[in-house]
Structure formats: C-alpha cells, structure tokens
Nanobody
Framework: QVQLVESGGGLVQAGGSLRLSCVAS????????MGWYRQAPGKQRDMVAV???????TYADSVKGRFTISRDNAKNTVYLQMNSLKPEDTAVYYC??????????WGQGTQVTVSS
C-alpha cells in the first residue's frame, strides 16, 4: 500500500525557516509527481508547490521566492524548504503523491504555526 509520512512541522517565529519532509513507501517514487498542500482553519486545501517526476516545479503565488520544493529519489523523500515564514503560512501541510495512472494519495499532515 502507498503510504506518505510528513514530518518537520512545528512552531516558528515570523521570518524564520522550517523544512518539511515526506517519506513515501509502497510506490515507485521516482515515477510519481509529488506535491505539498496546506489547509488553514476554515479554509480550503490549496496547492503550495508541486514537483513532477522530471523535476519540474510549480508554486503558488503566495509562496514564490520563499518556498522551495525538492525531491531525493534515493531516499523516497520530498522536501519543502520554507523561508521568510509569515503568520499567514500557518496551516496543516499535507504531502500528496500522484501515480502515472492518475491515483492520488495523501499523508496525514503536519502542523506549521508561525507566530508574530
């Protein structure tokens, strides 16, 4: 079975940095698209950043220039480096994996809280 486990969330001051990790198992990781999404209380779950199997990246406008998504296929891991964090970045961050056949899987989420 496909399983995704996020880690690295926590409490950080505005302007600080945090790196999220997502370890995947049960899939051929190198073939799959990966993404980070976030959901704040009372809000819709939105795309933050995605990276294709070829390494092509896409970012939400709100995080461009501050966040970087990357992947290490040898470790079956996708990362989200978050710099210059703002209180509005506070949310539960979820890892998503998309298989070439179109199936999608989600991790359990990790809480990121940015204080002012």
């Amino acid at each position: 079975q496909v399983q995704l486990v996020e880690s690295g969330g926590g409490l950080v001051q505005a302007g600080g940095s945090l790196r999220l990790s997502c370890v995947a198992s049960g899939s051929i990781f190198s073939l799959n698209g990966m993404g980070w999404y976030r959901q704040a209380p009372g809000k819709q779950r939105d795309m933050v950043a995605v990276i294709s199997s070829a390494g092509t990246t896409t970012y939400a406008d709100s995080v461009k220039g501050r966040f970087t998504i990357s992947r290490d296929n040898a470790k079956n891991t996708v990362y989200l480096q978050m710099n210059s964090l703002k209180p509005e970045d506070t949310a539960v961050y979820y890892c998503k994996e998309r298989l070439p056949v179109g199936s999608e899987y989600w991790g359990q989420g990790t809480q990121v809280t940015v204080s002012s």
